[in-house]
């Protein structure tokens, strides 16, 4: 099966060669036919899957095929809108637009907050015919009257399981009551919950259903594996795992911005350079860090869930939990990032005492015990047994880092490198209770 069988343009057919697509992944070959025969879609499907070619090929075909309909008045009719949650996804969404569409006349833009407004209503001002937004700037300039929504056509609702939790629905909803009631809708979800089956059914008429495997977090490529750890102690044990193998491009992830922040200055502190991505940052700040850690020149990014989700970073050697996610599901968004496409990786996962219960969740999810990793010298709690270091030699105290600034008397020295494998329990995939009694919603987009 390739793209042209799909029923694409050859316009569109040759940008996705040009980006070296070959051939359409699952989600792909089942969501272009469908968004192509004029279907609503409920489509399941993660990051890392090919969801965003997904609908913005059969989107640009459809809008390129009726490009007559385009109105050619100056202000701008805006015949699809793409909405994400965060900036980075709205960002990212926009340029893969840019990209797939760059043989058609079609003109994309994307908005969002945390940056001036003003560029953003002349631009508006122009011709429009995608726009990529994130809801709350959307609705700015709705307020400030300087968007028009009458003419879309298209509406994608990319990720709407975390605009869900990201406290959107009222912003959805407001924007939904502003579209013309004639139009194509796509919803995208990557973890299903009551409150999606609610916006689907009064949204949706009847849609199109897919659902693709979700990335098997268990694959051969990634060894997860746990420290047990005093919850004091864990930002020395990073600071030793990431100079002892001397680490790069290390993604570790914080459940709050203050701890991510405070990470950022405690790794300073043990001279290893590290950048936080999270809401209260500037949208300068969040670009520029994101930059350096993709060319490579930022060792360690700290992030917390939503600012890393949907972030096309991928095939990292080396993903760190410093908190465990309150929500199972994010254990799993985190470490598709290591070892895909073949490419080997390493989820190393820092556990407390006070976050046991959150890892059983985990477990419990993944269907799989996680071996327990020990460095002596770092609090591992009595009932895990440290095994036998394996080789002396390689650990002796001239190859220690230097002491770290704490009152602690010992040095991290040894690494065991033998995992201890645990019992096999568990059977439940999903959680399906409502998001909303699982996450702490929290809202970033502004
Ligand atoms: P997404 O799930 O949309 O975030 O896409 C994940 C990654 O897969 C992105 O880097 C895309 O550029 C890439 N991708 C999308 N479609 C294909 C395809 N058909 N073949 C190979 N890579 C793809």
């Known amino acids: 099966m390739s793209f042209s069988h799909l029923g694409l343009s050859p316009e569109i057919i040759r940008a996705v060669t040009e980006r070296g697509y070959t051939k359409p992944t699952p989600i792909q070959m089942q969501a272009i036919p469908a968004v192509l025969s004029g279907s609503d879609l409920l489509a399941g499907a993660q ?11 059969p989107l640009l075909h459809r809008l390129s095929e009726n490009s007559v309909k385009s109105t050619s008045n100056k202000s701008s009719a805006i015949r699809a809108l793409i909405l994400t949650p965060t900036r980075e996804l709205a960002a990212q969404v926009e340029e893969s637009v840019r990209d797939y569409g760059k043989y058609l006349k079609l003109n994309p833009m994307v908005m969002f907050g ?28 709705v307020h400030q009257g300087t968007v028009n929504l009458s003419q879309v056509e298209i509406l994608v609702l990319d990720e709407a399981d975390r605009m869900l939790d990201m406290g959107f629905i009222r912003d959805i909803r407001r924007i939904l009551s502003l579209l013309p009631k004639q139009r ?25 259903m897919i659902e693709v495997a979700r990335r098997n977090v268990t694959a051969e490529t990634v060894a997860q594996k746990i420290y047990k750890v005093e ?29 991510a922040d405070r990470l950022v200055k405690q790794l300073a502190d043990e001279r290893i350079q590290a950048l936080a991505i999270h809401g209260n940052k500037s949208q300068s700040a969040r670009t520029h860090a994101l930059a350096k850690f993709k060319n490579g020149s930022l060792q360690v990014l700290v992030a917390t869930d939503i600012a890393a989700r949907g972030l096309d970073i991928s095939e990292l050697p080396h993903v760190v939990n410093f908190d465990l996610p309150n929500v199972p599901e994010d254990y799993v968004h985190r470490i598709g990032r ?3 496409a073949g490419a080997s990786g390493e989820a190393i996962s820092l556990v407390s005492v006070d976050e046991y219960h959150l890892l059983a969740d985990i477990e419990k999810l993944i269907e799989k015990r996680l071996p327990v990793e020990v460095v002596t010298n770092f609090g591992v709690t009595s009932h895990t047994k440290p095994e036998p270091i394996a080789d002396e030699r390689k650990h002796t105290p001239k190859d220690s880092p230097r002491p770290p600034r704490s009152n602690t008397k010992s040095l991290p020295q040894k690494s065991a490198k033998k995992s201890t494998p645990r019992r096999v329990t568990g059977s439940k995939k999903f959680d399906a209770r409502p998001s909303s009694s699982r996450r702490g919603a929290k809202r970033s987009d502004r």
Request: aromatic share 8%; no cysteine.
């Open 114 to 141: 945390g940056v001036s407004i003003n560029p953003q209503k002349r631009l508006l001002q122009g011709r429009v015919d995608i726009l990529v937004a994130t809801p709350g700037r959307l609705l700015d300039h």
């Open 184 to 208: 194509q809708n796509l919803l995208f979800f990557a973890t299903f919950s009551d409150k999606i089956k609610e916006l689907a059914t009064g949204l949706l008429d009847r849609p199109k």
């Open 47 to 57: 990051t890392g899957t090919g969801k965003t070619a997904s609908f913005t090929l």
């Open 338 to 340: 290591t070892g895909r």
């Open 231 to 259: 919850r004091d102690r864990k930002r020395q044990l990073l600071a030793h795992l990431i100079r002892k193998d001397n680490w790069y491009q290390v993604l570790v992830f914080t459940r709050t911005k203050y701890g």
